[in-house]
Nanobody, 121 residues
Framework: QLQLVESGGGLVQPGGFLRLSCAASGFTLSRYVMNWYRQAPGNERELVAGITSAGGSTNYADSVKGRFTISRDNAKNTVYLQMNSLKPEDTAVYYC??????????????WGQGTQVTVSS
């Protein structure tokens, strides 16, 4: 079965931290751009962070720069999102996305089931 499974979500107080994990099975992530998206009820789905296949380049939404860090361990077939200094507006379902890009085009695209992150006092 080809799938991505997110874990690590939960309830945390403002200013706290969480680390999300995304583990792949049925395929290897080593050739995929990996992304974290999030979506809150009533809001559009937004790209939070991305990382190239070798981990040499990352990008972040302006709203999370300096607070979130995306990383990957290709040997473990896993991608992480370290979230620090969490704010209530970070509350959302977070989705892992694996995107195989060839010649600038997405040729394979996998999504995880999502994990809930709630930031509240």
């Amino acid at each position: 079965q080809l799938q991505l499974v997110e874990s690590g979500g939960g309830l945390v107080q403002p200013g706290g931290f969480l680390r999300l994990s995304c583990a792949a099975s049925g395929f290897t992530l080593s050739r995929y751009v990996m992304n974290w998206y999030r979506q809150a009820p009533g809001n559009e789905r937004e790209l939070v962070a991305g990382i190239t296949s070798a981990g040499g380049s990352t990008n972040y939404a302006d709203s999370v720069k300096g607070r979130f860090t995306i990383s990957r361990d290709n040997a473990k077939n896993t991608v992480y999102l370290q979230m620090n200094s969490l704010k209530p507006e970070d509350t959302a379902v977070y989705y892992c996305n694996a995107n195989k890009v060839v010649a600038g085009l997405s040729v394979l695209n996998y999504w995880g089931q999502g994990t809930q992150v709630t930031v509240s006092s």
